[in-house]
Structures are given as C-alpha cells and as structure tokens.
C-alpha cells in the first residue's frame, strides 16, 4: 500500500541535516518521494500539518523476552540482581514465554517510536524473530551463550551457537552474543569470533559494565575488560558492545580506530548504580560508532528510547560539566543513522531511496515553539505524542492505535504468564 504523509515538517537526518515542510510519499517499503506538496497520490494518505516526521528510532541493545521481569528484584546491586533473581527467571522462560514476552515488549517500543531493535537472548531467538516480524518491527535477534555459571558447559554452548545462524526473515536477522567477558572462557569468546567471522554474523556483547567486572577480569587475565576482548579479535565494526562505562583512553582510542559499535544504555546503568557514565562523547570524537539503547524492562523498567536519548545527552553534560558538549542533533544522529549503520540496515533517515522507517510526532503541549526542533524531539518528546508509526512501508500504528497485535489481549496473556512464572 502507498502511503503519502501529506505537510509535515520532516526532520530527514540526511548528509545535510535538512528540516523540510512537505509531503512523504511511501511506495512499498521505500521513500519515492520527499518534500513535495499536492502532486502525488496514494492509496492512503495522512494529515501530518501538525505533525514532525522522524526517522524510527533505533534501540542497540534490548534483551525483549525479559519484558515480563519488569519490577521483580528491585533495588539491588547488578552481581545480586542477576545470581539472584533474573538467572533464576530467566532459566523458566520457555520459548512459547518469550514469544508472548516479545510482543508485550513491542507494544512499548512502538509507542515510543522504535522501529528496530538489536536483542540479546537466552531463549527463544527465533521466537522473538517471530513475534517482531508479525508486529512488523525489525530485529536483530543475537543468540546468548555463556559457560562461566553452574549448569553451563563450553560444549553445550557452542552446540547452541552453531544452531543461531537462522535464515533471516523479512524484517529480522540472527548474531552471535557471548554474554561478557566475566561469564564466558576465553575459548568461548575465540570460538565465538571464529564462528561471526564466517558466518558473517555480528557479535553482541556487555562490556566494562561495572568497576566490580574491569577488576575481576582485570585479576584473571592481567588486561582490562575492553583490551582483553580486544586481544581476542572482539574489538571491530561488526561488533556491537553495550554499556563501556567504565573504560580508560587507551581503550576508546583502540575503539575508535577499529570503528567499533558502542551502545550507551543510561537509565539502565543509573538504576544499577553502576556507577560509570560511557563517555559517548570521547568514543564518537575518537571514530566508534556510538548508539544508544533502553536495555530491558527488567533493568530500566521502560523500553522508551525517547527517555533514553533525552538521558544519554543529559549524562554527558553533567559528566563533563559542560552544557555545550554534545548538541541535541549528534544525539538523535546515535538513536537513527549510527544504529542503521550498526546493523548495516539502510534505514535511520528519510530520503529518497531509504527504507521507508518513518515515526511521526503530535505537536502538543511539551513541543511548543518550535525554535529548536532537533532540540524539542530530544528533550520534550514523550511516547504520548508518537501518532504513527511507519516500518517498511508498513503502517504499524495509526492515529495511536497499533495495527498488527491486539494490544488488549497480548496485556492480559502477558500478565497472566508473569504471574504463573513466578510459581514454577
């Protein structure tokens, strides 16, 4: 179906950086046409006069199935959430659970503007394939493997890694994710490079997360945690690595020259306490590929990528002490064109030619005036004022209503299997 957005203000996010007024028109699932006003014709049309046009969001690393943990094991430190509560969990989660998990998780990215996601999972990587395709989302569904934790064995992991290359489907693609460096051996994380490598998957990771991870990875092999991954061939432009929080200069520079993917997860690392802030601003100045993601709902609680962009950029100022560190419009440029390139996906802008991933925003309240608008969408834009969202050349939500999941249903399924996990 054609689409044609008609009078918005269109926040392209190409080479220039141009904000346009006029009309989007979508045919298939690309951009056909862009900026023009009256002289084309679709099958669909929406009223956009008072609406912004932005490229969908892009959340680097989310771990969906978790959705159903969100609120369970609050207020503890990382080591203790996860030993204690979320491993435990997580073990109960059949695929048939991340398939329902997923869906709910979807729910909330769309309401916040996401339009692709790249996951780490334990269980259910073709489930959550499945969930996202149905719901019209893009995914990269990165299987997890880890050796290091009782009732885990190298050879079961890499039986698991061999089976994680599925054929992609029509918006989803499959990596490889060796949870981190403090729960995989050495030979899981070579093993792991040699299978990405010719497989031509991608590789996703956590790394330097926390002070208690650099030291204890630090006492084992003598490196820290990025310069250890990195003497192992981790380090590289297919890889993506999420938090790096707490890194040194020798290390951002080795992931800037290696135009490595660098993934700030804010709100998560906040309410961790994790205690170091990424320093996005040195990793891009240095050439890495910075993005930006939630995590999961059961770290941030929320799955909303416009909280976590407004955080990202709120961190680097206060990091610094400097307010004019990092501009609103380099980090909108993390949330779309630098996770499009991370997942090599032509998407992350709206131009002619592009992948037709289109979000538009309701003017309202908090997105008046508009002297800046780069600005507004980083710092005032809320999921109340998503409208429609676009993927593919397919519209998922309109006018606030998701088209492709009974919203209504997938709640109460959801809520009912959280409940029945808990007393497995």
Not at 279 to 301: H, K, L, Q, Y
Not at 374 to 388: H, Q, R
């Amino acid at each position: 179906m054609d689409i044609l957005i008609r009078d918005a203000t269109i926040i392209t996010q190409d080479r220039q950086r141009r904000i346009l007024k006029g009309d989007i028109l979508v045919r298939n699932n690309r951009i056909a046409g862009l900026g023009k006003k009256g002289g084309d014709k679709a099958e669909f049309t929406i009223d956009a006069r008072n609406k912004l046009a932005i490229p969908g969001l892009i959340n680097m690393h989310a771990h969906m199935a978790m959705s159903l943990f969100r609120g369970y094991g609050e207020g503890l430190p990382l080591e203790r959430w996860l030993e204690e509560k979320v491993w435990p969990m997580e073990a109960k989660e059949t695929p048939a659970d991340a398939f329902i998990a997923t869906q709910l998780a979807l729910l909330e990215a769309i309401r916040s503007g996401t339009t692709a996601f790249n996951d780490m999972c334990i269980m259910g990587a073709k489930e959550i394939a499945k969930a996202s395709d149905k719901a019209g989302v893009r995914s990269h569904v990165c299987q997890g493997i880890l050796d290091l934790l009782p009732g885990r064995a190298l050879d079961t992991e890499l039986k698991t890694m061999e089976r994680c290359a599925y054929p992609p489907g029509k918006l989803s693609s499959f990596g490889v994710a060796p949870h981190s460096a403090y729960t995989c051996s050495e030979e899981l994380l070579i093993k792991a490079k040699e299978f990405a490598t010719r497989r031509k998957l991608r590789i996703h990771t956590h790394a330097a997360e926390t002070r208690k991870e650099v030291f204890d990875v630090q006492k084992k092999t003598g490196k820290r945690v990025m310069e250890y991954l990195d003497g192992l061939g981790l380090v590289g432009e297919s890889s993506i690595f999420a938090h790096c929080g707490w890194v040194t200069k020798k290390e951002i520079s080795t992931a800037g020259k290696k135009r490595l993917n660098v993934v700030h997860c804010p709100v998560s690392n906040l309410k961790l306490a994790t205690g170091g802030i990424c320093p996005i601003t040195e990793f891009d100045r240095e050439g890495a590929n910075v993005c930006i993601g939630t995590d999961s709902a059961a770290s941030n609680n929320s799955l909303n990528m416009l909280e976590s962009v407004k955080m990202a950029a709120l961190l680097q100022k206060h990091r610094y002490w400097k307010a004019d560190i990092l501009g609103a419009q380099r980090v909108l440029d993390f949330a779309t064109l630098n996770g499009a390139r991370a997942l090599g996906v032509d998407c992350g802008r709206i131009e002619e030619g592009a992948l037709a991933d289109i979000v538009l925003l309701e003017k309202g309240p908090n997105m008046v005036p508009s002297h800046d608008i780069v600005s507004n969408v980083v710092y005032a834009a809320n999921p109340s004022n998503v409208s429609d969202v676009i993927i593919d050349g397919r519209l998922v939500m309109e006018n606030k209503e998701i088209k492709t999941m009974d919203e209504a249903a997938v709640i109460q399924e959801a809520e009912e299997l959280a409940k029945e996990m808990e007393k497995r």
